[in-house]
């Protein structure tokens, strides 16, 4: 377990370091987000279901990210991705105060997209070549309660390159 990780118990709670916050929810299930985009680390503890995110960005593009989400093949289509995303969702909007939260996934993978737009994210915008140098990723966006005007998911009207992303 990561050193900036302290055990934790049932519920969402803060951890003394203040870059680091693990929660768990009734499920056992665990979100690990962390302020900063080059600390973001993976529970060690194995699981049939895991999500992986963190917090970034200056003043209205403060938002929660989505790292990664897998569910086993044998787990899957029992809501258990809804369900990590869902408190996800929830510590980036009520505690984390953000405006919105956002995830890239392959234009190919259309599971993950259709999952995610059935939880209320739309492609935000496209971006070229994003995986690898060759396949497009989609940035797709789902506002907040702090976001009141829905202004973080307009998408944009053209796809961009990988350069043109801000890492903040
Ligand atoms: C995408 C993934 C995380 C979904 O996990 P899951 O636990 O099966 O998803 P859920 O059961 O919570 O699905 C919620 C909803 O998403 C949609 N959905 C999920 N998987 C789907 C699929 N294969 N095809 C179509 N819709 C799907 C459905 O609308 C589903 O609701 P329903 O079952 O009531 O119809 C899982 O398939 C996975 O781990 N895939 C490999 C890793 C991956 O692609 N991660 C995303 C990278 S960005």
Redesign the pocket.
Known sequence: MSPLIQPSKRGTHLTPDPRARVCEDDDDSQVLLQRSSSLCRRQSRPSH?NIMGKVEGQGESWHGHVT????APE?????????LMNLLEDISDNIDKAFFVD?F?RAS????I??YE?LGYVIYRRVLRYYSGEEDGLDMRKALSRDVEKKSIIPLKRPVTPDELEYD
């Open positions: 279901r990664a989400v897998t569910v787990y899957r289509r029992q809501q258990l991705a809804k369900k995830l996934v993978n259309a599971p993950a259709k999952m059935k």
